[in-house]
C-alpha cells in the first residue's frame, strides 16, 4: 500500500516562500510520474508540478514557471515543491500524486494521493 504525506504547508504574505514535502512509503516499483496538484475553493483540481521517472522530463503548469520548483530525494523517497514569490491566487490545497494512467494533466489519471497541505497567501 502506497502511502503519500504532504507537510509544509501554511500561510504566508504574497512575495514568501514556502517548501512542500511528500513522504512516501509503500512503492513496490518507481512510480512513472510523481507530482503537484492543488484545487482552490470552487475550482477544478489542476496540475502544478511533476517529474516523469527518471528525473529528466518536469513539467511546470504556466502560471507557476519560473517561480515553482519540484525535486525529489530518491533516498530518502521523499518528494518537494519549493514556491518562491508566492502569489494570493495560490492559495490552495496542495495534493501530493503519484503514478498515472492517461494523460498526466488528468487529476483523474493518477493512482495515489495525499491527504493535502494548505496553503494560503495573502495579499
Known amino acids: 500500500q502506497v502511502h503519500l504525506v504532504e507537510s509544509g504547508g501554511g500561510s504566508v504574505q504574497a512575495g514568501g516562500s514556502l517548501r512542500l514535502s511528500c513522504a512516501a512509503s509503500g512503492y513496490t516499483d518507481s512510480p512513472n510520474f510523481i507530482g503537484w496538484f492543488r484545487q482552490a475553493p470552487g475550482k477544478e483540481r489542476e496540475g502544478v508540478a511533476f517529474?516523469?521517472?527518471?528525473?529528466?522530463?518536469?513539467y511546470y503548469t504556466d502560471s507557476v514557471s519560473g517561480r515553482f520548483t519540484i525535486s525529489q530525494d530518491s533516498a530518502k523517497n521523499t518528494l518537494y515543491l519549493q514556491m518562491n514569490r508566492l502569489k494570493p491566487e495560490d492559495t490552495a490545497m496542495y495534493y501530493c500524486a503519484a503514478d498515472q494512467r492517461g494523460h498526466p494533466l488528468n487529476p483523474d489519471s493518477w493512482i495515489y494521493w495525499g491527504q493535502g497541505t494548505q496553503v494560503t497567501v495573502s495579499s
Open positions: 517529474i516523469v521517472s527518471g528525473g529528466n522530463v518536469r
